[in-house]
């Protein structure tokens, strides 16, 4: 009996498939225990026929909850998805990095810095692909030259949402949802519990008291799991669900060396190759994008100085310039 086709029938949830797959003749026990599924038999096994055939095209692997290669974490969930669709692998050690959709620019910011952070000291950095949030700590993971981890609430073969495509096809992708299923608000629950699973800590960036984060947050307490949060100001709303989660005893992250520390990863280590004034700009621009003239102002250099320094890191790449004449680090 194909197990595939036995978790695409309705009512066979993950504990009902491993059940009928301990015995000697799976579909025995179907027809025995499950008499209301069988009509639907027929369909299931062309199913997941067609699921093989289209994950093949699009290079995606099909991880069954019966396989060994299924994630050890994700069997530990209270209700674990019957099979995944991966593509690209799952690295450790992961950290996930979550927060709203609408952030503010300075948490778009520092969610890009740190998960540049993170990335660096050599975290696979995991996140949702969503908009604001998500999407600043695949971008900073990537700029790191890291890996990162996009966990959808849709089909792969439908990313959400559709501006991120191109995202998404830098990134290694992961879904519990078969080809063809658009996104759906009750997906993306759904979508944090693995998130939670995945990851060695969970950290929340900005959120509301609202905010799908802070379930993301709360699955990776029922876990076990670390879970930090970036203070934001008392009365801003959209940090009311961060700010609780340090009351309740997240750890506060202020700078992206606080997350490292508390999760033991080492950050990138100076360049001893650097003449000392390269260095300084370098991590100057490691703190954030600033305009040539803000850094000139802090390390106490004129502007064609700085201008000059820029253009010898752009060519080690270690800088880069960016839109409205900014620069980050490379």
Do not use: C
Request: aromatic share 4%.
């Amino acid at each position: 009996m194909d197990p595939l086709a036995l978790a695409l029938l309705p009512g066979i949830g993950p504990k009902r498939l491993l059940e009928l797959l301990l015995e000697e003749d799976p579909l025995s026990a179907l027809r025995a225990r499950f008499p209301q599924a069988l009509p639907h038999l027929e369909g299931a096994l062309a199913r997941a026929e067609a699921e093989r055939r289209r994950a093949e095209a699009l290079g995606v692997r099909i991880l069954g909850l019966w396989e060994e290669a299924f994630p050890e974490s994700l069997k530990a969930l209270p209700q674990p998805p019957t099979h995944l669709y991966l593509k690209g692998s799952l690295e450790s050690p992961a950290v996930a990095l979550v927060g709203t959709r609408k952030a503010s620019p300075w948490a778009l910011g520092f969610a890009r810095r740190l998960a540049r952070a993170l990335a660096e000291a050599g975290a696979y950095v995991v996140s949702g692909l969503a908009r604001g949030i998500d999407r600043e700590a695949h971008l900073g993971a990537l700029e790191a030259g890291g890996r990162t981890l996009g966990v959808l609430g849709s089909a792969l073969d439908r990313v959400y949402p559709p501006e991120h495509q191109s995202l998404a096809e830098r990134v290694d992708l992961l879904s519990e949802f078969p080809f063809g299923t658009g996104a759906k608000a009750e997906f993306f629950p759904r979508r944090n519990r693995l998130i939670a699973g995945l990851a060695q800590a969970v950290i929340v960036v900005e959120a509301p008291l609202d905010s799908g984060a802070l379930i993301t947050a709360r699955h990776a307490l029922e876990l076990g799991k670390e879970v930090l949060a970036v203070p934001g100001r008392p009365t801003d709303e959209n940090s009311l669900g961060a700010n609780r989660l340090i009351q309740d005893g997240a750890y506060p992250v202020l700078a992206p060396e606080d997350a490292l520390s508390y999760l033991g990863l080492k950050g990138r280590p100076k360049d001893p190759g650097l003449p000392p004034e390269e260095q300084a700009l370098y991590e100057a621009l490691r703190k954030g994008e600033a305009l040539p003239e803000d850094l000139a102002q802090a390390l106490g250099l004129s502007v064609g100085e700085v201008l000059g320094l820029l253009a010898r890191l752009e060519l080690k790449g270690l800088a880069r310039a960016l839109p409205g004449g900014r620069y980050g680090a490379g």
